[in-house]
């Protein structure tokens, strides 16, 4: 009896060790009310994936690629470019307001900061108005003998409603007459643009 009693207390110990119980049995499964809580302010969500910017955060287009062509103005004739649109009015008027360019024999009118961009992106073209805009009036001699404005040019302004343009150039047509200025045919981008960069 006694060595039974042992070995009884012997088996008993031995399963406390392993099991943390004095009865041998699986522990308990885990209380979920003692999970510990998410972290925040990791910027995963539910699947695993970084978590997508806030919507202000982020340029959103509008369209993309619209064909345009622009000129040559006829004598006595004004050319209008609403960039929002996109439109071009051979009847325009000087000082419309809700076009970004005038185009005339003698001269081509930025009426908004207007720049060359350096790459594709709205970002690009946002800094590049900021930084480094070109000369509000262009005369035709620029145009015709200079090439200030030459096929493969990224020319992007705020326009006159507040959203993002970019006009790229797909081809100059310049006139062998000394007085007629050139045409130009373009793709205009449109981007709406977000609050914390409306400066």
């Known amino acids: 009896m006694i060595a039974a009693a042992a070995a009884l207390v012997t088996a008993a110990g031995t399963a406390w060790m392993l099991t943390g119980r004095a009865d041998g049995g699986a522990t308990a499964a885990p209380d979920p009310t003692r999970s510990n809580p998410p972290a925040h302010g990791t910027g995963a969500t539910a699947g695993g994936g970084a978590k997508d ?5 982020s340029y959103k287009p509008l369209f993309t690629d619209r064909p345009l062509r622009i000129g040559p103005p006829a004598m006595g004739a004004a050319i209008s470019v609403d960039l ?5 009015s051979s009847r325009g008027r ?5 076009a970004e360019i005038t185009y005339l024999v003698n001269l081509m009118t930025l009426r908004t900061p207007m720049a060359k961009s350096p790459g594709p992106s709205p970002e690009d073209c946002r800094q590049a108005v900021t930084s480094a805009p070109l000369p509000t009036a262009i005369p035709s001699t620029e145009l ?14 705020v326009t006159s409603e507040g959203n993002l343009a970019m006009l ?3 081809g100059v047509t310049r006139s062998e007459a000394a007085f007629q200025p050139p045409a130009f045919t373009g793709e205009v981008t449109l981007w ?3 609050a914390d960069h409306r400066r």
């Not at 910017?53 to 955060?57: F, G, L, M, T, V």
């Not at 000087?94 to 809700?98: A, E, Q, R, V, Y």
């Not at 015709?144 to 302004?157: A, I, K, S, Y």
């Open 53 to 57: 910017k806030p919507d202000s955060a």
């Open 144 to 157: 015709t003998r200079d090439g200030t404005v030459n096929e493969g040019d990224r020319l992007c302004t």
């Open 168 to 170: 790229r150039i797909t």
């Open 84 to 88: 929002d649109t996109p439109e071009v």
């Open 94 to 98: 000087i000082g419309d307001p809700s």
């Open 192 to 194: 709406t643009i977000p």
